[in-house]
C-alpha cells in the first residue's frame, strides 16, 4: 500500500487550508492510501527556526517525510508566495529528501492574482528535494473552500480539478517502487 503525507503550512489555528488538507487526506485514505497529515504550526517554533532536526518532533516529522511515498504540500498565499513556515520547514530536509517521491503542491488564496505562487515560488523548491515525480500544482480560492461549523467542503468549481490532480497523484504514487525508494533497503 502506497503512504502519503499531507503537509499543511498555514501559522493559523483557524485556517482553512488545514481544513483543506485534512479534508484531502481523508480523500487519500478513503480510495485506499496510507494517509497523514503534518500541521507545521504543530511543530516547536525554535527547534524549527534553527533546523534542530535533533530535536525529536522534528526529527520524528522528516523521518515522516523519508519515508512517505507521496507528499502532498498544502499551503496559503501570503503577498504572492506561499508559506514562511513551510519554506522553513521544507530548508530543513536533506537536499534530496523527496527523492523518489510523487509530489502534489496545493495553495489556496483569495484571488487568481496569486496562483503562479505555486509555479514560480513553491515548484522549483519542491524540484530542488529531487522528487520523482511533481504533479500538476492546484490552486484553490478561498471563497470555495465551504467551512460551516465542523463542516467542510470545496465548492464545485473547483471540486473537479481536485478530482483530477487527486487521480494523478494516486497514479503517481502506484509507479513509486516501494522497495527501491531511495533511503530505504530492498
Known sequence: MSTALVISGSPSST???????????????????????????????????????????????VKAVIDADGIVLA?????????????????????FGFAGKAVLPLATGGTVAHVL??????RPVVQSLGPRHVVQSLFLLSKHLLVSGDDFGVHPDSAGP?????????????????????????
Do not use: C, M, N
Not at 484531502?24 to 516547536?44: N, W
Not at 514562511?84 to 537536499?95: M, N, R, T
Open 75 to 95: 499551503t496559503p498565499t501570503y503577498k504572492a508566495a506561499y508559506s514562511g513556515l513551510l519554506k522553513v520547514f521544507l530548508d530543513l530536509l536533506p537536499q
Open 162 to 186: 481536485l478530482d483530477d490532480v487527486l487521480a494523478q497523484f494516486r497514479k503517481a504514487l502506484d509507479g513509486v517502487p516501494h522497495d527501491t525508494v531511495l533511503g530505504r533497503s530492498a
Open 117 to 122: 505562487a505555486l509555479d514560480y515560488g513553491l
Open 15 to 61: 485556517s482553512k487550508t488545514e481544513r483543506f488538507a485534512d479534508h484531502v487526506t481523508r480523500r487519500l485514505v478513503a480510495d485506499g492510501t496510507a494517509a497523514e497529515h503534518l500541521r507545521l504550526r504543530g511543530l516547536p517554533a525554535e527547534p524549527l527556526l534553527t533546523a534542530d532536526t535533533s530535536h525529536p518532533d522534528i526529527a520524528a516529522a
